[in-house]
């Protein structure tokens, strides 16, 4: 008994990760009511709880722009799809898609030609006339941006990039920034929620 037990359990378990094909607690074959697994009591297994399907996001600001960076020339969309406060911060979300010609996000958002980050990007409060440059983990002259790297994303038609950035977030008055981006220009009026 104890030589039909061990296999039977391994099989349960393999069966119940997907590795054997078959309904999870079926083991090898067997229905869970015969063969060995019948004679010893079994613990009932549960089966991860589906993901929804992906969503798209929401375009809650768009703006499209021929663009230049190194030696790349093209066209692109940029379409914001969520800028959100979180307390004392704000975190801004975009995707970049390329619609003309190769697109070179690998060093057209940062502060120089070394900075392979969406550094440069930056939120402007038209209430009180401040602009909001991306976070830093610290204070230092080497502290990183708290933002999406772009090293090697050259972007062929049609290819996208989804990068993000975290500001620290405007007065609870102001509803919407413009959002100046290197490549692209501003984008008027975006809400904030």
Known sequence: MRKLFAPAVAALALAGCGVIPGPPGTGDGESPTTGAAAAQPTQET???????????????????????????TGAARVDITSLRRQGKTASLTWTITATEGKVNVHNGLGKGPLDLTVSKVSLIDPVNAKRYRVARNGTTEDAECVCSGTQGQFLEPGES?????????????????????????????????
């Open 161 to 193: 990039s989804t990068l993000y950035a975290v500001f620290a977030a405007p007065p609870p008055e102001v509803t919407k920034v413009d959002i100046e981006m290197p490549m692209f220009g501003v984008l008027d009026d975006v809400p904030i929620s």
């Open 46 to 72: 549960s089966t991860p709880a589906q993901q929804p399907p992906a969503q798209e996001a929401t375009v809650i600001a768009t703006r499209t722009a021929k663009v230049s960076a190194g030696d790349m």
